[in-house]
Each structure stands twice: as structure tokens, then as C-alpha cells.
């Protein structure tokens, strides 16, 4: 590809750090499907950030973790509440109900959900000829960019508690989540607000991978088997967890995840500068700018990325995903070309 | 691990060659989901020793490539037959049966089947009170280390296409059944006589991933949707297809499957020498010798391997397995402490 | 029960007529699972009215009927689209999603959708990542009493065929639809313009049964293995043709749609000359008045009947349901208590 | 139908004190699905014989019971254990395996199985990478017309116990099964040699119906969201209750379970001193004589009944099955025709 990409997050393999613990590693031998030392390492390596118990199991990617935990848990009749924007929602090609479970709904303009929102679904469904919402799926950063901040997710989160329903934090994006300027939360944070979540591994410098954690001990039962089921668990369950001791064992993860939204938050001031707004608040590692079409059509002869939604007959809102490996010189680039 | 350990082919990292690959490619950027050049690279590589169009797409792992080819070409009432110990009826924690299909059992001293048998299951189901078997499902080599010859696979293919049954292979362990000295079969034959088939790279030293192949090729009709449903669709899909681009650039796959034959023929050989038994006969990179129980618990101080099966009181069957980065030094070692 | 119910149209048995013939034929061996004359009888009487060939077969309930045509037609990654007020979407506990089916719904204010609005859902379904839309389910007469007239309906097919969509009427109350002054379609335009639709007989005089009729006889194939699969198919299938060769060789059926209509058309006549509006404009045998709450509590020492919505602080719409058994004398009691 | 039918126990309609009190109760207005007084009052007739409290749901047939049980109780990696004759296993088009289920079949000569033999299939099943088995399930009378003793029961369930298993028995022929001379099983004992069974009205005289009776209290939990959401809740769900009142108010269920067996016991007893001999021991209303095939021929003219299974090239097993409709005349007229 000659034009630089902004398409997304995922664009290049791993951060070489990574790759080079790959190397050095190869030739040890190891028990298979997850069960190794270097799983086993993440893991302590995540739990010490979490300063809590926990269960920790690595899947390859973001639909699998979102279609094993929640079919892990809810009951036949059980249901998921989301954003009508979330992933599980749109772009998952019916994952969820494939294994059995309605998504209900909340339309939203920024991504986000609330427990007044919450609530209103709870009170639509009132006996046994409907479904029984028993989950909440938020994504943090969300499909659109957006962020919970803590005040946020506890208010979700108590809401949840008392209603007896498991909140599920989708964490693709966790690592430009919690080192967003607009997100005062911390890995620790997580382990405290939701009963469980994932770590996205794919879309932050691993060449594969997402670390699912359950808070609520007892949800992790036997779940093992659900991954073994769904295909989820890889023989050599070495590969991920190779990644995540090396994600974790300094602050790789979070470095990787502040050069992603430093490079976003460039872009953003920059394009505001010149006059342009945006579709949603630019807050971590994907933004919405809102372009004339004549300057999108000229832009793309030089770099790709998705155009999201026609705004009127002039305008539309493209989508700039920035990574750990995005090139500063190459943003500059991008300004430049504005 | 201080002991060596025989107990599977997937122990390791991956080839030398192929983390190579991974690093020298890593800054390239690439569109994600496996519609990458480094994955459009592999197809062609593939196709060109298949000799023949085919469709081609790759997955992580083989649970997964058993539960999205069968459940996307059952329909619901529609079964697959398999040998009893076939992989998918024993040993993936029913993910068949989770896509909502039964798996018609043959009971089987060598892991293989033949026509008659499947025409045993055909005519016991003759109405709509029952299932519909419409799929046969065979792995080479089996799980039992035994390989098909050029000749029992066609009977069996032919018996298929005359009875309107779609015929899988399952080549988890592909690369050592092709170069099996007791299967006569080329990845060519491969494309002639089965409608689909995968080719394991998990087990043949990739670090992961399986490609599938569509011989028929209307069984391909909107196979990508079936993939990301089931959460088989890696955003990073360029981590297969560098990978398997190595595997076929040259004959990298045939030459670790060869190695991994030759040092279990050599373990076999010597084993046979020194006069003891096997549970089927040697063919592939899994061999099945019975011990003593004595020589079992003396061979465990040094060495890693499943104890498969009791024979009697006093005597068990182990099962050894070789792969691509065994050494010959341990096979001698192993050899010399019998 | 001492109260009189508007509650629904399946608060009785069955037409007397109906009983008869069941008691008549008691004694009369035939086989099984509905391949009996009786059902073959009720087959030809249908077809008769039909007016063209089709396949007929009968079971127990709508839910049933629902879930075993959708899955029965779509693939694992296929999905239905309908009305946010659908029964499949609302009132079936998840039984579409518990066969693995998304369904996108369509906001609506009189419970009916447009051949505009199902464009607009096709449009977002662009690739892969997304369910693909193969189906649109609609009901006539729909939740909310609304009837679709035939121009409605063609409208509907023709941008269902030359978009590749299967169109499923639900007809648990098309025999109030069929006989509704507001409706000028008949049984034999339901042969030409819809793909499948199923006639209701739980809700129109029977005990129980549903006709499901498919026009398009290719989504016939092995569709006695749904049934079957699903739980549908009676052993006793003579229990269901009994019934419906009664509904259909007079024409009982659309008797008893034009009773309960009679009854609804009266009762909302009389409502709205004493200067009550509606939540929906009063069509087939379900009605929904808007009655202040004092009057509601009034009528509820004398009536059953749902209380469907709250309007205001003041006042609430509430479900009145008539049917073949509705008695013209409690109808007037009902006015007079207003 | 001009011969007479052993074919099976549902070739006529219903016990005519049964189709009396459906017209009896014809105009009497009830709420639906089950909730009202003629469901209870069965319910409250079904514990007084149970002399012990039990949950109990009304349902329409065999596999629809079967399928909303099991699929109620096992999470999705969880199996149920069966005779290889079993019903579930053979002849319901997969059902189980549609709700995502495995299930572990065990060879079997006479339809039963033991405690011993479900020992075995739980020592195989040892990690994740299997399924886990959870269930045990049993038909009594069996599919080949075996019935179990209180003695065997009592093991299995001791068994099932000891071992966190839940055992399940379908009842479909349950009435012929307590009311046989081989079987010393009340249906008091039911309530406490399982977890959850189901009283067979469809094949013991009612025209509809199977009385699913939870002993483990807590299975069922939120069962009304299953029965609902697999289709299997009847709007008219009074046409079961009035049913099953009438078969437990006196003895009718258990008086027509009796002359179905006293007509069995008269064909055996007569075939027998004919010199004839049986494929499995005659114990119910199902028997399975051995006769030669000119003699099946010359049968055939005058009655309709299954050839079972080949024996040899001049013999072969047939089913005769007898019925609370069964006329002793015909009886005798068989024995004379052989």
C-alpha cells in the first residue's frame, strides 16, 4: 500500500518488542491451550495492576471474547442490553444471537448508555412471554470514540448491582481508553466497576489477542469449556500469552495506547484549528472530523480511511484510527494536506 | 520444562523462517480480515500445488475450522458422520452439537472408516423423524496416528458424490500424513477427492492458524459471514497469511512433516526392535507403543507423554508425538532409556 | 370467572361445529403426525380457496409457527426484518434468536412497515461484518388491531422479490384481517402475494392449529424435518385437520372473523360516539380505547381486559379483543357501563 | 381405514369422558398458556397421587417436552447420557442436538440402561476438551417396550445422586409402564426416584398432552420462559388441563394404561403358545413378535402394524402396540389369523 493508512488500529503486526520476546521464546517447550508459564505470567503481570483476585483467560480476538463470555452466562431466555451502536449490536454479523440471545437495544447519539436507559428496558419486560435482560454490554472506548468516565461506569455499575443484572465492559480499545485526557479510569478501576471485561490486545500492538477478566469470580465456572467449544482456545495458547507478559510486565500497554490517542488528539486540535468540526467529541484513538467531500475526494489520494456518514450534500464525517504505530511524521503529513 | 517432552506436535513456537517472515513484514501496513496481500499470497502459493481453482480462507485453530465448515453447510436437521473417535465427536467439548448438529458415530479400531460403514448409517435413516446425514468427516492422519491410502480415500469420495454427501477432511495433521511412507496421497490428490478439506499449520510448525479449502466451490458461497459469526475472522488475518506464504513458498510444510515422520519412524523402529507392541500400526508423526508399567514410570523422570490407554494390569499404551522441531538427539535418548 | 373478558380471542374452546366433528370421528383409526385424511381433507379445502398450488402443514401455536418457518428458510448468518412491535420481536421470549436469528426491527406508529422502510434496513447490511437481511416478517392484522390493504401488500412483495427477500405474512388473526371492512384483500390474494404465511385457528374458533401455507413451494423442501425437529409435529396431527377441514369446508372460518369484527366495530362505534379516541384507529378485532383511569377502574369491576399503555397522568389506552364467541349482549353491557 | 391398526397407541382420538368435558367446559371463559383453573385443577390431581409438592407444565407432545427440559438444565457444555435407543437419541430429528446439546448414547440390548454403564461414560468425559455429562435420561416404558423396576431405578437415581447428575425420565408411555405386571413402580415413586419426568397423555388417551413434573424443586426456576420461547406454550392452554384433570380426578389414566397392557398381555400370551418367539421379553403395551415372513404377508391383508427388524432371511420382528382404544375382538381376531 503506498498511501499511509488511518483506516485502523490494526494495520501493522506487533510492537517489535513483542515480536523479539517471540524470538527468544520459540524453542522452549510448553503445554498447550493456555495452561503454560507465559500465560501463567500474564496473568500475575495483569492481576498486580487489577491489585485484586481475578480470572484471566486469553482468546484471539474481539467477537470471540464478546461471544464467549456473554453465551457463558446468560441463560437460554436471558437477554444483553447495548448501545444500538455497540459492536455486538451492529458488526458482529449476529454472533450473539447465533448463540442463542437477544440484543435489546438503546439508541444513543454518542455511543454511551445510562442507567436511566438501562431501566427503561427492564421495565418493557415483565414476564415470561418476552426475553429477561440479565446483561449490560458497554464498550469503553466505545465504536465511536466516545469514553465512560468513572462517575459514568459507577453509576452503570451500581444500577446494575441492585438490579441483579452482570455488567460486561467490551475493552478492544481499553488501553487508548484509560490513557484518554477524558477518562479518569485505571486498569484497577476496572477491576472494581463491572463484573467482567476484556483487554484488547489486537487493537493495541499485539499481533493477536484479547484478555477477558472476570471480576465476579463465579461467573468464571467451568469456563474453560466454553472457550474449548466455541474454538476459542488455541493449542499453542503460548502466542497470547507471550503478548500480554510483555504488555504488561513494563507499561508497554499503556505507552502504546498514549502515542495512539497523543497522535488523535494532534490531529483533532489541528483539524479544529482550521475551522472543522467533528461528528463526535474527539476523545481517544478514533475521531469523526466532518470534511467538505471535495477535501475528502483530495485526501484520499494520499492516505485511507473509512468515510463514515454522508453529514449533507456537501459534507461527510470520516473516520482517522490512530495506533501505537501511527507515524508522527506522517500525521504532520496529514495536517498538512488539510 | 526440564524433561523433554513427546506429548504433542504444537510444544514449540514455530519455524525459524516464519518468525523471520513476521519481523521483516511487521511495519507493513495492511487492510485487516484476511483480504491482505500476504494472505492473497498464500492462496496462490496453495492453489498452485493444488493445480487446481479452489477457495481458500484462514482461521486460527482446528476446532474452529470443524465448527464453521460443518455448520455452514448443514442445514438444521442435516448430520455429519463421523468415526467414533474422531476429533469433532470426542474431543472439541461438543462444538458441533453447539451449532446445533448431531454427529452419526462409526465405531472403528483404527480411527478410519469406509463406504460400507457410512452406507450402514444412510440406511437407518430413512424419514423425517430422523436426521439427515448429508456430510462425512475424516481427519488425516487420524487421531489414532493412522493415514489414508489414495485408495480408500476415493471409495470413499466416490460413495459421496454417488449418495449426495459432502465429503471433509480434516488435516490438523496433514503435513505428516502427506508425507506418511505409508500414505500415498499429494496435496494435488487433496483437491480431487474431497469437497472440502483444511490444512493444519498449528501442528506443522506455524505458531497458528488452518487454511481451509473449497474444492466444491459453491460451498464457499458467503463463507466470510460464517466465519465472523463464529469469531474465526482475525483482524490481523495477515498473521496467517505470512505465515502460510512461508509454509508454501517453498516446500517448508513438506519438510517439517517429513522430519516429523522420520524421528517417529526412528522412535518406531527402535521401539519394534526391542520387542514391543503397538496400539495401531506406526504411520504417521503420533505412535502408540505399549510399555510395561515400570518402563512407563522410569521413561516419565525424563521424558513428557500421555499415557493413552490400560492394556492390562501390567501393561499400557503411550503415545509419542514428533513434530517439526524434535530433536534427534532426544529420539536417541528417548530410545536409549527403554 | 365472574367478570366478562374482551381479554383476548382465546378465552373460550372451540365452535361448537368444531367439537362436534372431533367427537364424531373419535373412534376412527388413522396414522400419524399429520400425513392422515383428515389432514389431507383440510389440505385440499385451503387449496380450494387458494385458488393455486401450495404446501400446507399444520401445527400448534403461532410462536411455533414462527420460529420453525424463519429458521426453516434462513442461513446461520441471514436475518429477518420486522416491525419493532412484531410478536417475533416482542412477544416470543427470544424464540427467533434462540434458533440463532437476528431480527432487525423497523420503528412503526400503527405496528405496519413500508417497502421504503425495509430499503432503508438493507442499506446498512453492506458486508460481512454485518447479518445479511433475507427475510420480512409481517402480521395481518398486525399487534395493534392495523389491517394492510392489498395495495399495501403488493407494494411489499414486489420490493421484496426484486430485492431477494422472502415475505412471511403471520396470520394468527387473519381471519379478522381477511373479513375487516378496512381490508380488501382475500385468502386467495394471500396465495399471490406473499412467499409463506401461516392462518391462524387458535385465535378464529379452534382449539388449536396453525395452517402454515407456502406459495413459494421450493421453501417446502424437507420442511416435515423442522417441524419435527422443533417439537411441532403432533403425534395425534389428525387433531389439527379435523379442526381446520371444519373451518374451511363452509366457511366457518371467515364467519367467525366476521362476528368478531361485528363485535369490535360496535363496540368502537359506540366508544367514539360518546367522545372516546383511540390509540390506533379501530380495524380488525382488537381495539384500543383511550378511557380516563377512573372509567377504567369503573369497568374493571365488570370486565377483564388489558390496560395496553398509559397516555397521561390521566388517562390510559386499553385492549379490547373480541371474538367468534363474543357475546352481542355483553358488548351492550360494555357500552352501557361506559 | 379398512384393517385394523396395532401400529401404534395413537390411531384414534381421545377417551370419550375426555372430549365430554372439552364440551362440557366449552364456553367457560379462562385466561390462556396454562395459568387457568382447569390446569391447576389438574395440577393439584396429579400431586395428590405424587403425595409429595412438585412443579408442574403442561406441553403438547414427546419431543417438544424432551427438548424444553433438557435444554431448561444443562449449560452449553453440558451432555446428557441415553440409551442408544433411546428417543432423544434416534427419533426426534436431532432436537437435542438443535438446542446445542451432545448426547453420550450407551449400547443397550433392551432399551435399559444401568448405573455401571453410566459410570463408564462419566469416567471418559475427564476435561474441557470433552463434553461434561449432567444428565441421565430414561424412558420408561423404553422405546422397545422394556420397563424399568422400582430396584433399578432406585440404583440409577442413587447413582445420579452420588454424582451431581439430574435424572430425567420420559413418561410418554408412563402409563402403560406403571400399570404392567413387570413393573413395580407407582406414581407416588416417581416422585422420588428422579428429578424431573413427564406423564405421557398423547399416547395414553388424551388427545394432546404431556404433563412434565419437576420433584427437583429448584429446575423450575423461570421454566414458563423455556416452554415459551421453544414454541411450546398453548394460548388455549385449558385444552391440556381439562384433559389431565380427567385422567387423574378417578383412575382413568392408570384403567387405560391397564387395558392397554391386558390386550398386549393376550396377543403375547397367544402368540407365545403358538410357538412363536420375541425380540425383547413382552412387558407393556408395546411387543415385538418374531414371525416367520409368509405369515407377516398374510397378516398384513388384515392388519397394519411396523416390520421392526429383519431376524433372518424367513424371519423378522414386528411391533404390536396396544391401546386404552384397543377392541379385544380385533385382539382375537389377530391370534386367529395367525
Known amino acids: ?188 478501576d476496572m477491576a472494581n466497576l463491572c463484573d467482567v471485561f476484556y483487554i484488547g490486545g489486537t487493537k493495541n500492538g499485539a499481533l493477536i489477542g484479547e484478555a477477558i477478566v472476570f471480576n465476579k469470580l463465579d461467573l468464571n465456572e467451568n469456563f474453560r469449556f466454553h472457550i474449548k467449544q466455541k474454538g476459542g482456545m488455541l493449542a499453542k495458547g503460548r502466542l497470547i500469552g507471550i503478548q500480554f507478559s510483555e504488555l504488561f510486565r513494563n507499561d508497554l500497554f499503556f505507552e502504546m495506547g498514549k502515542h495512539a490517542n497523543k497522535m488523535a488528539e494532534k490531529l483533532a486540535k489541528n483539524i479544529s484549528n482550521k475551522g472543522f468540526e467533528f461528528l463526535t467529541e474527539p476523545s481517544s484513538n478514533q475521531i469523526f472530523p466532518i470534511f467538505p467531500n471535495e477535501l475528502i475526494a483530495k485526501l484520499q489520494h494520499h492516505f485511507e480511511f473509512f468515510v463514515w456518514e454522508k453529514i449533507d450534500e456537501e459534507k461527510s464525517a470520516i473516520r482517522l484510527v490512530t495506533s501505537w504505530a501511527t507515524s508522527e511524521e506522517k500525521v504532520e503529513y496529514f495536517i498538512q494536506s488539510i
Open 1 to 188: 500500500m503506498e498511501k499511509y493508512s488511518f483506516k485502523n488500529d490494526y494495520s501493522e503486526g506487533a510492537h517489535p518488542a513483542i515480536l523479539q520476546k517471540l524470538v527468544e521464546t520459540n524453542l522452549t517447550q510448553t503445554i498447550g491451550y493456555g495452561e503454560d508459564e507465559f500465560c501463567d505470567e500474564a496473568r500475575e503481570l495483569i492481576k498486580k495492576q487489577l491489585k485484586k483476585e481475578a480470572e484471566i483467560h486469553f482468546v484471539s480476538g474481539g467477537t470471540q471474547a464478546n461471544l464467549i463470555v456473554i453465551s457463558s452466562i446468560l441463560k437460554p431466555y436471558e437477554s444483553v442490553i447495548a448501545a444500538e451502536t455497540g459492536h455486538i449490536a451492529v458488526h458482529e454479523t449476529g454472533a450473539i444471537e447465533a448463540t442463542g440471545h437477544k440484543i435489546n437495544t438503546i439508541a444513543t447519539s454518542d455511543g454511551k448508555i445510562s442507567a436511566i436507559q438501562i431501566e427503561k428496558v427492564l421495565k418493557l419486560h415483565t414476564d415470561e412471554h418476552m426475553v429477561k435482560p440479565k446483561m449490560v454490554y458497554i464498550s469503553n472506548s466505545t465504536e465511536v470514540g466516545s469514553v465512560y468516565t468513572k462517575a459514568e461506569l459507577k453509576s452503570i455499575y451500581n444500577f446494575c448491582q441492585e438490579n441483579n443484572l452482570i455488567l460486561f465492559v467490551d475493552g478492544a480499545r481499553l488501553g487508548s481508553a484509560l490513557t484518554s485526557s477524558k477518562c479518569d479510569l485505571t486498569l484497577e
